[in-house]
């Protein structure tokens, strides 16, 4: 089994990921996360907040609706312009993206092993629905395809009611959904995922700048949730590849283990939001600043980055093997600060489950712990290895004496011995330390 196939299966087994509506085949494109997945995406969205917006007094948040006022995707240009191109082989009748061919992909209904392909059509991604009781073009509304518009959107009022001005962001965290051609790579590309996403808006002037620190804050956040610094590169779009509102556009590209992928895209889009949708909707978008009395449509800078992408990037980078003991294990070298279970609080011994179960109902008023008495204590150990519960702390029959527990510590696999009342202080130090 390779790496990929290794952690799907896991992913599976250990409940973070499964198909979605798998009792009845599954459907591509369509995943759950189950109870450790739920977790992590948590902890994982928490972080992004925590940096984007809570530490920062320039930033504020938003939370809008999924589907909005069909018009808004006939501005942004996705009604227009939001497709990918589409083949068909005539012979195995398999559908492509045209520009993701795996050249390694044999046609099994030719003798050849080549696909007979048709020329490129251009497929449009947005999933649509229906609003009302009317069946019609009348009632057609969208799924977003990207969380951004609605900032743009609501950029006044929030403005307005915020008493903010340039330069100041908005925050969204959401779901979106692309009728992606090829769903693949497990949760890599999905057709419903979830986005964390920013739109910087500063006078024209400082815009370039503005994108370089956030270039800089958005690659050192990557580093502090665990990704490795050698599986993360810049890549930067040449002028034929800019999109056809953005005036500078580099990738953050993660190594995953089927190759280099875009992780996260930072955007420079000039005005060409606010201006399209003060255009079609007829209202005003630009700011007057009251000292200089300058009017001007503000500039965006745009960070965004999926969460189910980068939730594959962790478990793919964090997932290793080794020996310990001269006993193979399974661990998940997730940081602290991502990890779904922070500890888990093991008896030695079953009958001693009483005092560990007030320990650990303690310690459940401020981090996500497991209890878990069943089979060996090594046993144990690798369990929450293969789920990357960072700590273990241990009772045992000199606890009910000293009041010490034993601490585990997953990567090292070291332990120390520390005092009860110490241990939500040692966690909390641990896991808020990132
Ligand atoms: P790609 O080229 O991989 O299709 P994109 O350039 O269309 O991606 P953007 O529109 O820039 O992607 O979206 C921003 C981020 O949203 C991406 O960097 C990625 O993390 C995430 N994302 C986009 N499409 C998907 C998808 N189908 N499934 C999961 N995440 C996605």
Redesign the pocket.
């Given at each position: 089994m390779d790496t990929m196939e290794k952690l799907v299966a896991l992913c599976l087994n250990r409940g973070f990921v499964y198909p979605s509506s798998d009792i009845y085949g599954g459907l591509a494109g369509f995943w759950d996360y189950g109870p450790l997945g739920t977790e992590m995406r948590s902890n994982l969205k928490a972080a992004w907040w925590q940096r984007v917006v809570r530490e920062r007094d320039d930033v504020v948040g938003l939370d809008s609706s999924i589907i909005a006022n069909p018009e808004a995707w006939v501005a942004s240009g996705h009604v227009e312009n939001f497709h990918d191109p589409m083949v068909d082989c005539r012979k195995c009748k398999h559908r492509f993206r045209a520009d993701q061919i795996d050249p390694n992909d044999r046609c099994q209904a030719s003798e050849d092993g080549q696909h007979d392909l048709t020329e490129p059509r251009q497929f449009n991604l947005m999933l649509s629905t229906s609003i009302g009781a009317s069946e019609g073009s009348s009632s057609r509304a969208y799924l977003r395809p990207?969380t951004c518009q609605s900032i743009f959107l609501d950029f006044k009022r929030v403005m307005q009611s915020g008493r903010l001005k340039p330069p100041f962001g908005i925050a969204q965290i959401g779901k979106a959904f692309?009728n992606?051609i090829t769903?693949r790579n497990f949760i890599?590309?999905?057709?419903e995922?979830e986005?964390m996403e920013l739109e910087f808006f500063t006078p024209p002037a400082e815009a370039v700048d503005w994108f370089e620190r956030w270039r800089e804050d958005r690659m050192q956040w990557h580093l502090d949730i665990g990704l490795p610094k050698e599986k993360l590169r810049w890549q930067e779009h040449g002028p034929d590849e800019l999109a056809h509102y953005a005036k500078l556009a580099y990738d953050v590209d993660f190594e995953f283990p089927f190759g280099w992928?875009?992780?996260?895209?930072i955007h420079y889009r000039g005005d060409y939001d606010l201006a399209q949708h003060a255009e079609h909707s007829g209202k005003d978008q630009s700011y007057t600043d009251p000292d200089t009395k300058e009017r001007y449509v503000p500039h965006v800078v745009e960070t965004?980055?999926?969460v189910?992408?980068c939730m594959l990037a962790l478990l793919a980078s964090a997932y290793s093997e080794d020996e310990v003991a001269n006993e193979k294990r399974v661990v998940l070298r997730l940081s602290p600060r991502i990890a779904p279970v922070k500890a888990g609080v093991l008896p030695l011994s079953k009958k001693l489950s009483e005092p560990v179960q007030r320990l650990a109902m303690e310690l459940r008023k401020r981090f996500n712990v497991a209890f878990d008495a069943t089979g060996s204590i090594g046993k144990r150990y690798r369990r929450h290895d293969e789920i990357g519960t960072p700590y273990c702390v241990t009772y045992d029959f000199d606890s009910e004496n000293d009041q010490k527990v034993t601490i585990r510590e997953r990567d090292t696999t070291d332990q120390e011995r520390i005092a009860q009342s110490q241990v939500a202080a040692y966690l909390s130090d641990k896991i808020l330390g990132y």
């Open positions: 990207e692309r992606e769903p890599f590309r999905s057709r995922f986005q992928h875009e992780l996260e895209g965004s980055i999926g189910d992408r």
